[in-house]
């Protein structure tokens, strides 16, 4: 759950319901369904008009968004990449499809998939690239609908006050009971209109766009982490040049990679196979030319022997 936006609802409810109740003492006053009828009756109306219906469905998913924390994983995602640029320097292509098959976030194991198929760096960058610009569009058009509302808001609620004032005009003379109820009308829609407008659909809106920049930055993170991997770039490499996504105080949380033991174990690897396929005949000779040395130089001990007993 988001602290803040929670926060924020209920300092804005106190604020705005402590001025109503001191300012009025009854605060059925500052209610006012017909005004309310009208500035989110007009706000949907014309949102409706704006977008198509698939849009509007996933405001419920944005809404959503806005309640869940702020922090995205970043740290669990330079750890796994930093794992992987361990795999690809051991040359482990079966265990990189293990990680792909058991990955969960569709982003990374796409990426994933091109890596092993080979694709070309520039190549992978390109179609990743691709991918962020969508999401990020997309997602930016569920904060467009906010936005939309929110210009809403203040222009119906002076289509209320328009309507109440017609309404006290119309009565002035003939009907002065009326006169009350349309100035509550007319007052009322305007201060709907800039409550909603500034007190849920603009801070909803730069809430989602947040939300949407952080995942921007994770989804460009993991295109630069799995460029550094087919590079087959060291691993301690890779995690030094991805933290700098992250904020200085969360460096510390990061896993350090050991990649002199990573370097001593490929080498030792390197070794054993040029030893399992050395050329046979070759070890052959190099067996005899021992055995030659050996025997020339147990000739010359016993000439050397020979030459000091004479």
Same mark, same amino acid.
């Given at each position: 759950m988001n602290i803040s936006t929670l926060i924020g609802i209920a300092i804005g409810l106190l604020v705005v319901g402590t001025a109503i109740f001191n300012s009025a003492g009854n605060p059925s006053l500052f209610w006012n369904p017909n005004g309310l009828a009208i500035v989110l009756g007009g706000v949907f109306a014309a949102t409706f008009i704006c977008y198509p219906l698939s849009d509007i469905r996933n405001l419920l998913s944005s809404l959503s968004k806005v309640l869940r924390k702020d922090d995205l994983p970043s740290q669990h995602y330079i750890n796994a990449l930093v794992q992987l640029a361990k795999l690809s320097m051991a040359k482990s292509p079966l265990k990189l499809e293990q990680e792909m098959q058991t990955e969960q976030n569709y982003f990374l194991k796409d990426g994933?998939?091109?890596?092993?198929?080979?694709?070309?760096? !520039?190549?992978?960058?390109?179609?990743?690239?691709i991918s962020i610009n969508n999401t990020v569009d997309r997602e930016l058009s569920e904060a467009a609908i906010f936005r939309t509302m929110a210009r809403f808001s203040p222009a119906f609620g002076m289509v209320g006050t328009? +309507?109440?004032?017609?309404?006290?005009?119309?009565?002035?003379?003939?009907?002065?009971?009326?006169?009350?109820?349309?100035?509550?009308? !007319?007052?009322?829609?305007?201060?709907?209109? $800039?409550?909603? !407008? &500034? $007190? +849920?659909? &603009?801070?909803? !809106?730069?809430?989602?766009?947040?939300?949407?920049?952080d995942r921007e930055r994770l989804m460009r993170l993991i295109m630069e982490g799995l460029l550094l991997v087919s590079n087959r770039t060291p691993p301690q490499i890779v995690r030094d040049e991805l933290k700098g996504f992250l904020p200085t105080g969360k460096w510390t949380d990061l896993k350090v990679i050991p990649v002199d033991a990573l370097k001593k174990k490929k080498t030792a690897k390197a070794h054993k196979k040029n030893l399992t396929k050395a050329d046979p005949d070759q070890a052959e000779k190099t067996d005899l030319l021992k055995q030659r040395r050996a025997r020339l130089s147990k000739q010359r001990a016993a000439i050397n022997a020979k030459k000091a007993t004479g």
């Open positions: 994933l998939r091109m890596l092993i198929d080979q694709y070309p760096a !520039a190549k992978l960058r390109h179609i990743m690239t328009l +309507i109440g004032l017609i309404v006290m005009f119309q009565n002035l003379g003939s009907n002065p009971g009326v006169i009350g109820g349309a100035i509550g009308v !007319a007052m009322m829609s305007t201060l709907y209109g $800039l409550l909603f !407008a &500034n $007190l +849920i659909f &603009n801070p909803i !809106a730069v809430k989602v766009e947040r939300k949407i920049e």
